[in-house]
């Protein structure tokens, strides 16, 4: 399974079997100065509805549109439901969790969660092998509140999204508030990286993918 990460809180997935998946799409514009994403997939989810989440149409390849559970070409798609912050979705809205299993992998994405998991989620989940997860605070969960994300589900990689970069005018943090003072960040110069459900971290690991776009 190949992970590469297009901006913000939108990636590309591919599974060894070929099936593409793509998270969050966003729409360029604004204070959202990323690329416009040009690639093909086979399923696009959606954890809410904001135009920097929701950009489907910007998907190539007559996807299968998800904004809850399914299975898709023999993938099978969990969507938990979570809130966009930390007031039961009175502020933000709701916003769901997408897990996924592929490759013997089950790799979850938290979409703009803005809270820690109740015990409930948690159980729902179940297991996060690799989980993206938003840390730049404001209008999702900050630094530590990802820190007690990753905490609870216990991933064996954890990947930041959700941060500022030079290309995002948001009022949100960069990635260094997460990833300071901790020993098990991996810096990849590069947006891709390849998984092996036999070769995973025996401890876990923060990698930090740089964006593609």
Known sequence: MKIKYLAHASFLITADSGVKIITDPYTPGGGMKHGAINETADVVTVSHEHGDHNNTATVKGNPKVLRDSAEVKGIKIKAVAAAHDDKGGSQRGKNMIFCFEID????CHAGDLGHVLTN???KAIWKADVLMLPVGGFFTIDAKGAEKVVEQLKPAVAIPMHFLTDKLDFPIAGVEEFTRGKMNVSFINS???????DKLPQSPQIVVLRQAL
């Open 120 to 122: 409930d989620q948690v």
């Open 104 to 107: 013997g992998i089950n790799v």
């Open 191 to 197: 947006s891709e990286v390849e998984l092996n459900k």
